[in-house]
């Protein structure tokens, strides 16, 4: 089935190249095998998590069980399992694509992804026999995230050195932000591994946490899904990029403002009033390279939205973008001082983070997987069927869980302000909770059918139900679309 998927239509010093045989396959299946792991892993600890509020006792009285041992494994392992593993798989793939070259140094690719997943996995475990830092994103244990870091470090090398050898000077879009994701993420990792919990204590500690848990968010998930999404969309629509120009103002728009946003986090506190004011002016300015990525986004299906319902990779790509806009929206409003006072605490800021976090970042790495996965094997996706179940069980799930969890927030802040006793407003919080277990479930049962149909992919040619022929579209290599 070598023709089911017809050779890009490529100019310049990119003509007669097969960019898939620049790809070394090996490489991307073998992080995208442990990345689908901890898709059905990582995800699933949260919705353990979240029974806890209907039914405390049902995991038992074991330590090692408890929320606060296990909610850092669910954010750990989501951010750092889940979605970047999957997004380093898929770099592997598209780097050698837009540079014309294959990646630098290929024996290391399959040895780091093993020694990724195992720090990860050692990291996690750890947590739940109390070994942290007590920092948010930043828990695990030094032993887990010497590797993270070196791992880190090693790739950005391999991915830099690959783009420096690239065949035409001009960079595409995607390019720039994995060379800024990486090169910001590599310094961060420094800040919240080796520094900020060993030489920095009391509230200056906080105000560097603030910081960094949002380099984390802001300089590693923004930037990492921005690359995924610029590359994918275009050619997964069979489109070119809406807008060059946009893309300049997102990325330094991104750049110049997100650095200072971390503060925002606690506003009302003995950190420098100016320090929070500039977080919170900053926040709400991260609305322009917000507004310009959609933007670009929604303009880059122009002509194509009647090919949308069928395009399984598009569905995932654009869902998370929707996500994104109603996320972010939370994010920049809730650092006004007037609206976190009802806000700061409650459910409403978990809202957020999932919608950003799960919703955004973890939905485009699976738009980029169902997009690579099938390449990989030279077949179609096995069930275009069951691929559109999962997408509709997440986004439902998902959708509903943003929703629900905004709206207990909001009752949750304002009972607090108007005097109502914690242990009442509790009973309140009940059915939101129970409704947001479910929305949990629902996103795993879509996630586990996403990865039971990638794996009847991998290990079957028989397509049970085609998706419509893929055409050749023009693969925006080398040279920024205008």
Not at 351 to 362: E, I
Request: with cysteine; aromatic share 16%; net charge neutral.
């Amino acid at each position: 089935m070598a023709d089911v998927f017809p050779a890009e239509r490529l100019r310049g010093r990119f003509s007669g190249i097969n960019l898939d045989d620049l790809v070394d396959w090996v490489v991307v299946r073998t992080w995208l095998y442990f990345g689908m792991f901890w898709l059905l892993v990582t995800p699933s600890i949260g919705v353990a998590l979240s029974s806890l509020f209907n039914h405390p006792d049902y995991l038992g009285n074991e330590i090692g069980l408890t929320f606060g041992r296990l909610r850092p494994v669910h954010v750990n392992g989501v951010i750092f399992g889940a979605f970047s593993t999957l997004f380093i798989g898929e770099c592997y793939y598209l780097v050698p694509r837009l540079c014309g070259v294959r990646v630098v140094w290929p024996r290391l690719g399959v040895p780091l992804a093993w020694l990724w997943s195992i720090a990860v996995f050692a990291g996690l475990v750890s947590l739940a026999f109390g070994q942290n830092h007590g920092l948010e994103a930043g828990e695990l244990p030094l032993f887990a995230e010497i590797p993270i870091f070196i791992v880190v470090a090693t790739v950005t090398a391999q991915f830099l050195i690959t783009i420096g050898q690239r065949l035409e000077p001009p960079l595409y879009v995607a390019l720039w932000y994995l060379i800024a994701t990486f090169i910001w993420t590599t310094m961060n990792l420094v800040l919240g591994s080796f520094i900020l919990p060993y030489t920095i204590s009391g509230i200056n500690s906080a105000a560097f946490h603030g910081l960094y848990i949002h380099y984390i968010v802001g300089l590693w998930l923004t930037p990492a899904g921005y690359v995924l999404i610029y590359y994918f969309l275009p050619v997964a629509a069979h489109n070119p990029l809406f807008a060059h120009k946009l893309s300049l103002v997102g990325f330094w728009s991104l750049a110049l403002f997100y650095p200072f946003v971390g503060i925002h986090h606690y506003l009302y506190s003995p950190i420098a009033d100016w320090a929070e004011t500039l977080a919170v002016i900053t926040s709400m300015l991260l609305i322009i390279p917000v507004w310009t990525v959609l933007v670009n986004f929604f303009g880059t299906m122009t002509g194509k939205w009647h090919e949308f319902g069928r395009n399984l990779p598009a569905k995932f790509l654009i869902m998370g973008s929707l996500m994104y806009l109603i996320g972010c929206f939370q994010g920049s409003t809730e650092a006004l001082r007037s609206i976190q006072q009802p806000t700061h605490f409650s459910d409403f800021v978990i809202s957020h983070s999932h919608l950003t976090v799960f919703g955004t970042f973890v939905v485009w790495a699976m738009g980029g997987l169902v997009y690579v996965w099938p390449r990989a094997f030279k077949r179609e996706l096995w069930s275009f069927t069951l691929g559109n179940w999962s997408f509709w069980l997440i986004t439902v799930g998902i959708s509903t869980m943003g929703l629900v969890l905004t709206a207990a927030g909001l009752q949750q802040g304002f009972q607090w302000m108007s005097g109502t006793e914690w242990l009442d407003t509790v009973v309140w919080m009940q059915p939101y909770w129970l409704v947001r277990t479910m929305s949990g479930i629902s996103m795993d049962i879509g996630m586990s059918l996403l990865v039971i149909n990638l794996a009847m992919t991998a290990l079957t040619s028989q397509v049970v139900a085609r998706a419509p022929a893929i055409e050749p579209g023009v693969i925006p290599v080398g040279r920024p679309a205008e």
